[in-house]
């Protein structure tokens, strides 16, 4: 009767107002997708396939305003692979792209080692403290996470809190070298990504229905067995989650290989900075960041499939 | 079938045959709060035995208590004579069907039933051939391969069942193994559990609060309230001499009707309930005193309803039809005294609704025999 009713009044039909309503809701991510992420690309593709300049902004040719279609067919002769060649001719680029997955993947691993204890005993505490430890896990993302890293070069170097602690208990007798190598880029990633790795887990091992354990354990398991054949496998989807949400943003990590890096820590993400600030080379920086999105297409597209496929597993 | 299987099988009034579950004196309290009080009770070899009560009475931590889920605070459970107290739940042979059946959701039907035998000193080889016969005890052979999401309930029921008895326990513990399934399915595997029990001859000890599944499996029912045991019993004894107010109410439909003892007899009693009506006579329990507070209770099937006072009746009381519950198969009529009480009588319904003798607000009278109800003092 109410559909009669509105069909009356707004004298649309109510199935092409449902339709309408449903064109709408679709187009505000996908607008959302064109606006922020393809439109950008596209810029940066565009500059990639452009030649450095000493102009403003430093990359030619640019597209003249007034210049009409043959202005961008002009655009479009003049663009070429130039700087994808050189990057393949340059080995400091496929160096620093290994080297970045590299150091992501170990630092995958030391985070889930440091993560899954930690969403372990947050999933096992006791419901008054859940809340608190879920804050004290989020907390660190209420500052500046540039400040947050700057504070470990206060603790890992050579006169840092680390070191004097150390040296006033006596377990050294010289400083330790921290601050500048991988060690401590290790260091910060695993503090900075920590509670990516944290939190997927302990969504899952909250879900676990401690029944499961109980019955492992009438079934005659011990406790650790329990945990290896219910717990582990049933938070693999988490623990998968979490090193996709830990591997991504690590490839392309710049701050804290720069501020706690040392000279040997061969990142692609300083490199693209060093060539975007340093060199001023746009188009070759662009270039830089085509190929790490090409990279991290492949992971990305796993984590997709694997979070639908779970999806689908719980329905 | 089941009063035949009780002349048969009565461990329990044999002072010769050894329990194999003994509580003794056992006490558990959680802080504050007892959730078994002070609990003695005897669980014999083959018994189906069930623990019936509210949700809160206790009878979930006893059973955990068996499983080794929970320690007593005080007294001592034995199994087979041995103090079981410190033995961890993967080193009893008692194996429990949870609620939730708990099935593991990343294996196979077949691998959830060999999950238990992998961990025991059970051959390798001889492991599919027990996970075979187990689902074909439940009639599950053609699902092995299945994930548990894969199936439905009642299958994941049967899963639980079969995962829970490969082992070949001593004591299968099941709780509220049949809640989730609907009535129909719900009654058809009652009588499959029976069935496995018999075959198997594995003592069974269910959880249940719905008084008719505990009844239909059930060997002997405990009904607990408040972390004690009210009475262990026979179904059979426990709906037609039910021994407090409290088990009778719990247990099927019953008209209570408090009064006190005006004189003893020699197998009859008079109880005067109500000013203006007629005394109650009923059957005289043993010790019985004259004045003594009392309750009758009468179950509504055992009174009968009609529209002239009854010649013979040991009990016949006026009132007027209140409301009249239709169940199908037998109406319940509530009739209303002249004092306010509401007697209920349950008629089966042998002619169609439209030639019913009784209507609402029609006089009727209530009648029944002197030993249709039960004098209680509890």
């Not at chain 1, 660190?140 to 070191?163: C, D, H, K």
Request: proline letters at 5%; hydrophobic letters at 45%; one cysteine or more.
């Amino acid at each position: 009767m109410g559909v009669v009713h509105g069909h009356c009044r707004s004298g649309i039909d109510p199935l092409i107002m449902g339709n309408l309503r449903r064109i709408f809701l679709i187009s505000v991510p996908y607008g959302w997708l064109l606006l922020l992420f393809l439109i950008p690309f596209a810029i940066v593709l565009k500059i990639s396939l452009s030649d450095a300049a000493l102009a403003i902004p430093p990359y030619a040719p640019r597209l003249e305003a007034g210049s009409g279609l043959k202005g961008v067919w002009d655009l479009l002769t003049r663009f070429d692979l130039e700087n994808f060649v050189f990057l393949t001719q340059d080995s400091l680029y496929w160096k620093a792209y290994l080297s970045s997955v590299w150091i992501a993947l170990v630092s995958v691993v030391f985070t889930l080692l440091v993560g899954y204890p930690i969403a372990y005993g947050m999933a096992r505490a006791s419901d008054e403290w859940r809340p608190t430890l879920m804050m004290l896990v989020i907390l660190p993302f209420w500052t500046s996470f540039l400040i947050r890293v700057y504070a470990w070069i206060g603790i890992l170097g050579t006169n840092g809190y680390l070191n004097q602690v150390l040296l006033w208990s006596g377990l050294i007798s010289e400083p330790l070298v921290i601050l500048n190598t991988n060690l401590a880029v290790y260091i910060g990633i695993v503090y900075t990504y920590l509670p990516f790795m944290v939190l997927p887990i302990y969504a899952t091992l909250e879900k676990l229905d401690h029944d499961l354990l109980e019955a492992a354990e009438d079934l005659g398991c011990s406790r650790l067995q329990a945990f290896w054949l219910i717990t582990v496998p049933l938070s693999r989807p988490g623990v998968i989650a979490g090193c996709f949400l830990v591997f991504i943003p690590v490839v392309g990590e710049f701050v804290i290989p720069s501020l706690l890096g040392g000279s040997k820590t061969l990142m692609i993400g300083k490199v693209l900075w060093d060539e975007f600030f340093s060199n001023r080379d746009w188009p070759l920086a662009s270039a830089v960041a085509v190929i790490l999105l090409l990279i991290l297409i492949i992971p990305i597209v796993l984590f997709q499939r694997q979070q639908q496929r779970q999806q689908e597993a719980e329905q | 079938m089941d009063a035949q299987k009780a002349e048969v099988f009565a461990p329990w009034e044999d002072s010769d045959s050894k329990p194999i579950i003994h509580f003794q004196n056992v006490t558990k309290r959680f802080g504050d709060f007892t959730a078994i009080d002070d609990l003695t009770l005897d669980i014999y070899e083959k018994e189906f035995f069930a623990l019936l009560g509210p949700s809160g009475c206790g009878k979930t931590t006893l059973m955990r208590m068996l499983a080794g889920f929970e320690t007593p605070t005080e007294g001592q459970i034995t199994l087979d004579g041995r103090d079981i107290a410190m033995v961890p739940p993967n080193k009893r042979p008692v194996n429990m069907m949870f609620q939730s059946y708990a099935l593991f959701p990343h294996l196979s039907v077949a691998d959830n039933v060999a999950f238990g035998l992998k961990r025991s000193d059970m051959p390798r080889e001889e492991i599919p051939a027990r996970v075979d016969e187990m689902l074909g005890l439940v009639q599950l052979r053609k699902f092995a391969n299945r994930k548990p999401h894969q199936i439905s309930g009642g299958q994941r029921q049967r899963v639980a069942l079969a995962r829970s008895l490969a082992k070949a326990p001593k004591l299968l513990l099941l709780d509220e193994p049949l809640g989730a399934l609907d009535r129909k399915l719900r009654e058809e595997t009652q009588f499959e559990l029976m069935d496995i029990q018999e075959k198997l001859g594995t003592t069974f000890v269910i959880v249940t609060h719905d008084q008719e599944e505990a009844m239909t499996v059930a060997s002997r029912v405990a009904v607990m309230d408040n972390g004690k045991i009210e009475q262990v019993d026979t179904p059979e004894r426990i709906y037609e001499f039910p021994g407090s107010r409290y088990v009778a109410d719990f247990i099927g439909d019953v008209n209570l009707i408090e009064g006190a003892i005006r004189s003893v007899k020699k197998t009859e009693v008079e109880i005067s309930w109500a000013e203006g009506l007629p005394n109650l006579r009923a059957a005289a329990p043993d010790g019985i005193e004259k004045g003594q507070n009392c309750c009758f209770a009468i179950r509504p099937e055992k009174v009968s309803i009609s529209a002239e006072k009854p010649e013979d009746a040991a009990n016949a009381i006026e009132g007027k039809v209140l409301d009249i519950g239709y169940l199908g198969n037998m109406s319940t009529y509530h009739v209303e005294l002249s004092n306010g009480q509401i007697i209920k009588a349950q008629v089966a319904n042998q002619r169609r609704l439209a030639r019913r003798a009784f209507t609402w607000e029609d006089r009727v009278w209530v009648s029944f025999t002197a030993t249709a109800g039960l004098v209680l003092t509890r």
